[in-house]
Nanobody
Framework: QVQLVESGGGLVQAGGSLRLSCAAS????????MGWFRQAPGKEREFVAA????????YYADSVKGRFTISRDNGKNTVYLQMNSLKPEDTAVYYC????????????????????WGQGTQVTVSS
């Protein structure tokens, strides 16, 4: 079992920045690829970014590429999502998720591949 707790959400003006954190506990963090997903009101949850177990590989949704950066610190059991140049359409509940995978380079964009999920943190971007 892995417990994931997100933090760092809040209200920010368009063009601003936020840094989300996701702290993991319960199992060996470096055994898991990590992902960030988001769900806006009235919409389905969607992929945002993912990072491999070692941090060697990252992958981003087209909508956030060039603005968001995912990173991880295996020593602190934490994954981060740095969000810059935020837009009102980035408003959503952001979830981190853990994927138990044997690959050290592959990341997944599919929600079904992820085994554990956090409770989410709200990000609101005002225009």
């Amino acid at each position: 079992q892995v417990q994931l707790v997100e933090s760092g959400g809040g209200l920010v003006q368009a063009g601003g920045s936020l840094r989300l954190s996701c702290a993991a506990s319960g199992r060996t963090f470096s055994n898991y690829a990590m992902g960030w997903f988001r769900q806006a009101p009235g919409k389905e949850r969607e992929f945002v970014a993912a990072i491999s177990r070692t941090g060697y590989s990252t992958y981003y949704a087209d909508s956030v590429k060039g603005r968001f950066t995912i990173s991880r610190d295996n020593g602190k059991n934490t994954v981060y999502l740095q969000m810059n140049s935020l837009k009102p359409e980035d408003t959503a509940v952001y979830y981190c998720a853990a994927d138990r995978t044997y690959s050290i380079v592959v990341v997944s964009t599919s929600q079904t591949e992820y085994d554990y999920w956090g409770q989410g943190t709200q990000v609101t971007v005002s225009s």
